[in-house]
């Protein structure tokens, strides 16, 4: 986890008459370990295959099918650096290459804590339909929330009794609260409010938490008007939790801009992982529904990944539609976006139990809540990625390997 590591992943979805994925492994300081997998009845099984290095282009060429990866602007290859090539099993091969890029990084998809800031007219629109949540509104505090469970840790390290037992960190009319996976705002005054079906008071809101009135959980959920996505949650009378993966915030005097849906969710999902590890030293994640259940527990691998996509005849750009989008872009152009690597287990059906049972009780894992829907949307997303891979890096112990885009 040295800082001068970079990784980066290539996955062309269509060369020509030779269709494969590239992943480029890091090791300081600018070394990549390519990984080529094709996905052609003319594959790296028909050998002898030659391959061509330039800076700017790999080429495979293998029983009469040829194959070209063009690398975007900014990423150049030194051919001269290539060594360690060798055959992997499912048709692989594995070399090592030294990569340049250009100075200037990969913009993120969306910062939150960009568009929310102090002194600054913006407005929540709904992620999936774009209809307005808050109007305008000018928060004089824009501040960030202890962890979770900071209740329990303040027993733990005062000598006297909790001089915060009784008190509720909420939001004052023109504060903005930032959590892990939420931010919390006052609706008090406030002229556009999403339904709820009832706004529950504080009191049923801890009971619903424990399970032992699950009707009245219902009840505090607060839903989008057009489109009827789950929003967030009433946390009192006039405080409202909206989840980041459910919400854009724009400033007041930019358009609302579309933003796919599977690429939100993983890169709001993405910046929670990389926040968290890098304030906190954690690297390990439950992911949990509004219902209380683990979807998925998550290990953050890596955070220095560059992912590199063209757009070709690929199984889950069919799938992603399900989504409202594509996930890739546009044809004949080439993306590229920071990732994140991790290793993930579902825990849908009550698949892998004991061991969410004992992440679940261990101090070093992190919780992570979001609404059960998009958990699910999570799990798709891990899952197409990792089907995405060469079947040689698909694993790793008993976990799967994963990227998430930011």
């Not at 424990?210 to 009245?216: D, F, M, V, Y």
Request: with cysteine; glycine share 6%; hydrophobic share 35%.
């Amino acid at each position: 986890r040295l800082p001068e590591h970079r990784v980066l992943w290539i996955s062309p979805r269509s060369l020509r008459s030779f269709h494969g994925e590239a992943l480029f492994q890091a090791s300081p300081p600018s070394a990549v370990t390519p990984v080529l997998s094709p996905r052609s009845e003319a594959s790296l099984r028909s050998l002898p295959a030659d391959i061509s290095l330039a800076p700017a282009r790999l080429e495979l060429q293998s029983a009469g099918a040829c194959g070209a990866l063009e690398l975007p602007p900014g990423l150049s290859l030194a051919p001269a650096s290539c060594r360690g090539l060798r055959s992997l099993p499912g048709g692989a091969l594995h070399l090592r290459l030294r990569l340049r890029e250009a100075p200037g990084g990969v913009e993120l998809v969306y910062n939150l804590r960009e568009s929310l800031k102090p002194q600054k007219n913006c407005i929540f629109y709904c992620q999936s339909c774009g209809d307005v949540i808050v109007k305008e509104r000018k928060f004089l505090r824009v501040l960030p929330l202890p962890s979770e469970n900071w209740s329990a840790l303040v027993e733990e390290w005062c000598c006297h009794p909790n001089p915060f037992a009784k008190s509720t960190l909420h939001p004052q009319r023109d504060d903005c609260f930032l959590g892990d996976t939420f931010v919390l705002l006052n609706s008090e005054n406030e002229s556009h409010v999403p339904e709820p079906p009832i706004c529950c008071s504080e009191t049923g809101h801890h009971a619903s938490q424990n399970g032992s009135t699950l009707k009245s959980k219902e009840n505090t959920r607060v839903f989008c008007k057009r489109c009827k996505t789950m929003l967030g949650e009433t946390i009192s009378s006039d405080t409202i939790k909206y989840y980041v993966t459910e919400v854009i915030v724009q400033p007041s005097e930019e358009s609302f801009s579309t933003i796919p849906r599977s690429q939100f969710v993983q890169s709001m999902v993405a910046q929670c992982l990389m926040e968290l590890s890098s304030a906190k030293s954690t690297f390990r994640f439950t992911i949990k529904g509004d219902d209380g259940k683990i979807y998925i527990l998550i290990w953050l691998l890596n955070s220095d990944t560059l992912l590199v996509e063209s757009l070709g005849s690929s199984s889950s750009h069919n799938v992603f539609t399900l989504f409202g989008d594509t996930f890739l872009p546009n044809s004949g152009a080439v993306g590229t976006w920071n990732a994140v690597k991790v290793l993930y287990q579902p825990c849908v059906k009550s698949r892998n139990k004991e061991l969410a049972d004992a992440w679940e009780n261990d101090f070093g894992v992190h919780p992570l809540k979001f609404p059960s829907e998009t958990c699910l949307e999570l799990l798709l997303i891990l899952g197409l990625s990792t089907t995405s891979l060469p079947p040689s890096l698909q694993c790793m112990n008993s976990f799967q390997v994963a990227f998430l885009k930011m």
